[in-house]
T-cell receptor, first 111, second 112 residues
């Protein structure tokens, strides 16, 4: 079963709007990561937030982590058509050997 | 980009035939992973390796075996392919087990 679950499963917005995706997980983590996947391509790492961090920024990306609620959110500000992709959260296992990925959010940004 | 290649990129095979997918990396990463991606199931871990000759099972390992005889290469074998193994297979590498992973371009496998 998936450790992380993204919400919503699909999101459609206009260019320039902000996009928010949420991820919930079940067990304790050392870190949580977000990845992006363009259609037909491999996943690309976006950002990693450690369990002792609450917020992290990278360019137009803002990630928050609430370990008490076992949830994270990814905010993409001022979205562009090129942001159209699927976005996945991933959490590590306690042994630090692997990641478990959620089912993803499909984001469509309309020009 | 991390130098990760997968071969073949596309393969069509028949039920019952053996299939081997290869992942090659030039980053000298210790960890390597095989995932499958199917609609409605996201990305699921098949097997992973934490060093040469050191491998372990993932969430969906039944029907698959792996081998890693050198750091650069991680092979995924379907001993007797079934239609349920039709999927897109991704290889990934990581310098540390729970850290950032770098993905290959994927192999689309169709089992008829």
């Amino acid at each position: 079963s998936q450790q992380g679950e993204e919400d919503p499963q699909a999101l459609s917005i206009q260019e320039g709007e902000n996009a928010t995706m949420n991820c919930s997980y079940k067990t304790s983590i050392n870190n949580l990561q977000w990845y992006r996947q363009n259609s037909g391509r491999g996943l690309v790492h976006l950002i990693l937030i450690r369990s002792n961090e609450r917020e992290k920024h990278s360019g137009r990306l803002r990630v928050t982590l609430d370990t008490s609620k076992k949830s994270s959110s990814l905010l993409i500000t001022a979205s562009r058509a090129a942001d159209t992709a699927s976005y996945f959260c991933a959490t590590d296992d306690n042994a630090g050997n692997m990641l478990t990925f959620g089912g993803g959010t499909r984001l469509m940004v309309k020009p | 980009d991390a130098g990760i290649t997968q071969s073949p990129r596309h393969k069509v095979t028949e039920t019952g035939t053996p299939v081997t997918l290869r992942c090659h990396q030039t980053e000298n990463h210790r960890y390597m992973y095989w995932y499958r991606q199917d609609p409605g199931h996201g990305l699921r871990l098949i097997h992973y390796s934490y060093g040469v000759k050191d491998t372990d099972k993932g969430e969906v390992s039944d029907g698959y075996s792996v081998s890693r005889s050198k750091t650069e290469d991680f092979l995924l074998t379907l001993e007797s392919a079934t239609s349920s193994q039709t999927s897109v297979y991704f290889c990934a590498t990581s310098a540390s087990g729970g850290g950032e992973q770098f993905f290959g371009p994927g192999t689309r496998l169709t089992v008829l």
